[in-house]
């Protein structure tokens, strides 16, 4: 099975590219980070809660799901709510398949999960698509308001990404631009021409 990772800030088209990918490559599955939040704590509302930081996000339990898929072993994913910021009582089985891809703000952090890669992508966008990407986002799947998107975007959002994820740009194989006009359906299409997985 080979492991691809698709990684870059929020409001950058991972999820997007991710889905058109695994359309593209045959027997695919994938291992979102984002299902792998620890717990919001109760005492702390969700505007003062930083969801970008590395510290949100549980890499002991996801590293333990990306070993057992490569050894050949169907895992339970757990599913993050994001109304009450915790995760729910149900799992999703994952089956491993041909590609595994793996996708979120960190998944090029650590060593021990860039050892395991055959290839990685890094989504990067101009800051104000980003926050424009996010907002609506936000208003349409969360049902937030364009001040709260916003708000988060200039006091977690922007910072864990030129702290955290940015350093992680130097690990990936290829740095895909995707800006307003960006046609990631034609870009995939041409690289995976090119450069098979």
């Given amino acids: 099975m080979k492991i691809i990772a698709v990684a870059g800030g929020s409001g950058m088209g991972k999820t997007l590219f991710t889905k058109m990918l695994g359309e593209r490559l045959p027997k695919s599955v994938v291992l979102p980070m984002d299902q792998y939040y620890f717990d919001k704590p109760d005492d702390i509302p969700a505007e003062k809660y930083d969801f970008d930081s590395p510290q949100a996000l549980d890499f ?17 994913m757990p599913q993050f709510d994001y109304v009450p910021a915790k995760r729910t009582k149900e799992y999703v089985k994952i089956v491993p398949g041909d590609y595994l891809i793996i996708e979120g703000l960190y998944v090029l952090m650590h060593a021990s999960i860039r050892s395991m890669l055959s290839y990685s992508f890094f989504l990067e966008s101009p800051p104000d698509v980003t926050v424009c990407r996010r907002c609506l986002r936000d208003m349409s799947e969360h049902g937030l308001s364009a001040q709260y998107s916003i708000q988060q975007y200039l006091t977690f959002v922007r910072p864990a ?23 990631l359906d034609l870009f995939l299409d041409d690289f995976l021409k090119k450069f098979p997985l």
């Fill in 161 to 183: 990404y030129l702290t955290h994820v940015l350093p992680t740009k130097q690990f990936a194989k290829l740095v895909v631009s995707n800006g307003v006009n960006s046609r």
């Fill in 60 to 76: 002991r339990l996801f590293h333990k799901a990306l070993n057992e898929l490569a050894a050949g072993n169907p895992v339970r």
